[in-house]
């Protein structure tokens, strides 16, 4: 597609229920990256794929939260028993060679957990 | 690992004036730096980025920055706002190394009256 995309936009869940985030990168991206934006928090890295090496998942917060990407495209986050805490915006990025490595970020999904 | 430090949490101004959003980063290796904006409710959008070469970089929508190596800075400016510049806008540094994620500020907040 034309730019990164995320879906759901937005999600309101209840605390302790699973959710899945998922990403559609731009078409021939090898790379993708998953970041939160919380409030008063700024961009926080959660984990990065690159092509068919291992992902680095050095910045998910907790063993809740586990992301995948499956046939080098599209990726799922998924955040079991979901918290307060996890409320944020969740955006999804990605880049190539070919994009000069520069990271295009999609619009990012809204979760709400009440 | 590489950090980025962003001064100033918001910075006000006046339609028409000059304006300068500062950040510093640590690293001790080579790095790239970007300025990311995001206007209320959207997503990020990539305004400049220093790769290599001139330090002077000049981005989207009238926005240039300077990379000084000595300082550790990669300062954002402007020399006339628009109301429309109104939002928050990001410094983040990534390895020179392809794929790299990258790690953000906290961000700054700008906003033009009139």
């Known amino acids: 597609g034309a730019g990164v995309s995320q879906s759901p936009s937005n999600k309101v869940t209840e605390k302790g229920k699973d959710v899945e985030l998922r990403c559609d990168p731009i078409s021939g991206h090898t790379a993708l990256y998953w970041y939160r934006q919380s409030l008063g928090q700024g961009l926080e890295f959660l984990i990065y794929?690159?092509?068919?090496?291992?992902?680095?998942k050095s910045g998910l917060p907790s063993d809740r939260f586990s992301a995948e990407r499956t046939g080098g495209s599209v990726s799922t986050l998924t955040i079991q028993r979901t918290q307060q805490e996890d409320s944020a915006v969740y955006l999804c990025?990605?880049?190539?060679?070919?994009?000069?490595?520069?990271?295009?970020f999609g619009e990012g999904s809204w979760l709400t957990v009440v | 690992a590489q950090s980025v430090t962003q001064l100033d949490s918001q910075v006000p101004v006046f339609e028409e004036a000059p304006v300068e959003l500062r950040c510093n980063y640590s690293s001790s290796v080579s790095v790239y730096l970007f300025w990311y904006v995001q206007y209320p409710n959207q997503g990020l959008q990539l305004l400049l980025k220093y790769l290599s070469g001139s330090t002077l970089v000049k981005g989207i929508n009238g926005f240039e920055a300077e990379f000084n190596k000595s300082q550790t800075s990669f300062h954002l400016r402007k020399p006339s706002v628009h109301i429309s510049d109104t939002a928050e806008y990001f410094c983040a540094v990534s390895k020179t190394n392809s794929g790299y994620a990258l790690n953000f500020g906290k961000g700054t907040s700008l906003l033009v009256t009139p």
């Open positions: 990025a990605s880049s190539s060679f070919i994009s000069g490595n520069t990271i295009y």
């Open positions: 794929f690159q092509g068919n090496s291992a992902p680095d």
